[in-house]
């Protein structure tokens, strides 16, 4: 049995408590297995010919998304657990799927579920579904 040492954990956040339990996973994922984590926010950005946010709105969305990232960065940082952020703008699951099969090489996705009801989920389906059945590593979903 080869075992692959876990040491580049990515958690998707968006300031929900399910992505929140996630992080709290990966820190204790983390801090077993003397991991890094990077938290990674993608904005959902409509296509240039639709509506574009306004610049107040945009300033306020990028607030809020720093101040998420801040929040899990002390948090991690409060179990000795190097953390480091990234944001994107696009299709949320797509985003999750180029990020961690890019450049950076990670060992791990842990994401909270959305808890969608399956009335959506059968017609929308969910960004966590999409990462399962389209990520090549690992993925821990955390309810």
């Given at each position: 049995m080869i075992k692959k040492k876990i040491s580049k954990i990515?958690?998707?956040?968006?300031?929900s408590k399910n992505s929140e339990r996630g992080l709290e996973t990966a820190i204790t994922l983390a801090r077993n297995c003397?991991?890094?984590?990077?938290?990674?926010y993608s904005i959902n950005a409509q296509p240039h010919s639709e509506f574009r946010a306004s610049p107040s709105v945009?300033?306020?969305?990028?607030?809020?998304?720093?101040?998420?990232?801040?929040k899990a960065?002390?948090?991690a940082a409060q179990n000795g657990i190097v953390?480091?952020?990234?944001?994107?703008?696009?299709?949320?699951?797509?985003?999750?799927?180029?990020?961690?099969h890019g450049k950076t090489?990670?060992?791990m996705i842990v994401m909270g579920s959305r808890g969608r009801s399956k009335t959506k989920e059968i017609f929308f389906g969910s960004v966590s579904n999409y990462v399962i059945h389209t990520s090549k590593i690992?993925?821990?979903?955390v309810k």
């Open positions: 990515f958690v998707p956040l968006d300031g003397g991991a890094t984590i990077t938290g990674f945009e300033k306020s969305l990028h607030k809020e998304v720093k101040k998420i990232m801040e960065k002390a948090r953390f480091k952020d990234k944001i994107a703008l696009g299709e949320i699951g797509y985003n999750i799927i180029k990020a961690t090489k990670y060992d690992p993925v821990l979903i």
